[in-house]
């Protein structure tokens, strides 16, 4: 039984990992400082023989016992909402943290996956977005303490990769939603859905033509698990290539849950991506991967999970 380390693992994302590796007959290791995750995500969990929580800030040192055959690490704000709020913290757990997880990968031979994003693109004045583009980040605007945290966790992974020769893969996530998503966290669905339930107006931010691509959890996880027990080293793009404005989103939304909301135009924040979309060809060639969940289908799965959620106790 392969014994495996997710960093992050209460979050939204790490818990769903937390639960493939499980199926997958890994024991798992969720490590998080629930800065910004939950015990909720991971409470269908803990009674499970092969699964441990350490609660644990990884920008300190990273104590575990016991041989460890992966380190995945997941941890650090990922809503735009989190990360302006948190930009000291979102920047020590990109450079500091990422340097802790290596350094554990190193000392136990393991393999080390990090969880990257299609923020290191930036604003990208290329479309889609294929790994071998370098982007087009602004670095002191205030999205750059997520954008340059990532970056900087890059070509840290692939320092450790070239010069410890370390096994190392690197995942550069779109945007993915699902269940667990914490709702009002500044991202697009979990926003949109809690509006769309109570007949809200939908906040838009600008004038809604700016696009993005989803990719359902299950799907990215898939891909990611897939990546992992690949042996490429290189950034892979892992995301629904399906692109979409934010407009024809909320429309959506709307068509599914059946809500009568309008829709409210909000100012543009700073550095906002106006395009966002993936090139899959590499996960598509390497993994053998693509997603196969369609918007509406997890768009429903999503908003069931929420309609629980959003219950009053």
């Known amino acids: 039984m392969p014994r495996t380390l997710v960093t ?17 007959g890994h024991s798992v290791i969720a490590m998080d400082n629930l ?10 969990l803990q009674n499970h023989a ?13 104590q575990c016992d016991g041989p460890v055959d992966y380190v995945l690490h997941f941890a650090s704000p990922a809503s735009p909402k989190d990360y302006l709020e948190l930009p000291i913290q979102t920047l020590k757990v990109g450079a500091i943290g990422t340097h802790k ?6 000392d136990k031979g393991a393999v080390f996956l990090l969880a990257s994003t299609s923020e290191v693109y930036g604003d990208p004045q290329k479309h889609p977005q294929k790994e071998d583009y370098w982007g087009h980040v602004n670095p002191v605007g205030p ?5 340059e945290a990532k970056r900087f966790a890059e070509a840290l992974t692939m320092a450790y990769h070239r010069y410890h020769g370390l096994s190392t893969r690197i995942v550069r996530i779109f945007n993915t939603y699902g269940p667990r998503m914490r709702p009002n966290d500044g991202r697009a669905i979990p926003s949109f859905v809690p509006q769309a339930l109570n007949n809200e107006a939908i906040t838009i931010f ?22 992992l027990m690949s042996d490429h080293h290189e950034p892979v793009n892992i995301g629904n290539p399906r692109e979409m404005t934010i407009k024809e989103l909320a429309e959506t939304i709307i068509k599914v849950t059946g809500s009568r909301s309008t829709l409210q135009l909000n100012p543009l924040p700073e550095d ?11 996960a598509m060639t390497v993994l053998g991967w693509e997603p196969r969940v369609g918007l509406e289908e997890g768009l429903a799965k999503t908003i069931e999970w929420f309609k629980k959620a959003l219950k009053p106790d």
Request: charged share 25%; proline share 2%; aromatic share 10%.
């Open 143 to 147: 999205r750059g303490v997520y954008d």
């Open 101 to 106: 997880a290596l350094g554990l990968a190193k």
């Open 50 to 62: 092969a699964f441990k929580f350490v609660k644990h800030n990884v920008t300190e040192y990273i």
């Open 206 to 227: 600008g004038d809604g033509s700016q696009t993005r691509s989803f990719c359902y959890v299950d799907d990215l996880i898939e891909g990611i698990y897939r990546l």
């Open 272 to 282: 906002d991506p106006k395009v966002r979309q993936p090139d899959i060809d590499k």
């Open 8 to 24: 992050g693992g209460a979050g939204f994302l790490g818990s769903h990992l937390c639960e493939h590796l499980l199926d997958q």
């Open 35 to 44: 800065l910004t995750g939950s015990t909720s995500n991971i409470a269908h």
